[in-house]
């Protein structure tokens, strides 16, 4: 008897293309990072709508502890932005720009992470092969999202490892932590990297000729929406840049 996983076991209520997210990911970096269109008033509705997507496409993805977590975050840091508007002096600057740039940069690192988190690289190289992307392009990516999962379960593995021999900030050996957490792990980062890199070419990644994959990929409706999405931004930001809106 075979075990199949359903779509809906592995990326929860809302499945997405990889070429989708791709977009998505880099329209939100576009609008919400790097305040593309300015200060428009049609602009912060775009990019709030943006944000509203990121999260409620992260919550529909079986992530919602990491989707309210994260939402509570940005809500504290627009009262914190509110609170310290009322400062004076280097404080109030120093607060002021830390909160602005965190609430730059949360509805980006919440798209990367939807994107890392229902994305498996198999899905990934199959989109970016049907794109045409370069090699040189296709490689680094597939190592990179083979890279995070796998670093991020060798820290809990010493984490454990050091937890049990008492190196830890509550423990008779925290000023050893240095040594014996973090040392290792960027030993272990260097050839976690080396062994995916000689991993991915000993599957072919690097061969002229095409590969075939099991990964199912493809457009539905959820994918229209959210290029549709994509594509209104990238219009009002002509119009506005145009005068055509303001």
Known sequence: MTLTISPIAQHGMLRCDPRT????????????????????????????????????????????KQALAMGLFSVACVGLAHVTAHWHGTAAWFSTMSLTMWMQMLPSGVAAYWLMATTTASELT????????????????????????TAAEEQRAINDAMRMRGVHIRGRKANRMLEYRVVPLVANMVRIGDELTQAALTRGLGARTERTSIARIGFHGLDIVLLTACGACCALWALTAFGVLS
């Open 21 to 64: 997210k791709l977009a998505f990911t880099l329209t939100v970096g576009c609008f919400c990072l790097t305040s593309a269109g300015g200060d428009a008033p049609v602009m912060q509705q775009a990019r709030g709508v943006l944000i509203c997507c990121t999260f409620l496409l992260l919550a529909g993805s079986g992530r919602l």
């Open 126 to 149: 199959s989109a970016l092969q049907r794109m045409h992307i370069p090699q040189a392009v296709t490689i680094p990516l597939a190592v990179m999202f083979r890279f995070f999962p």
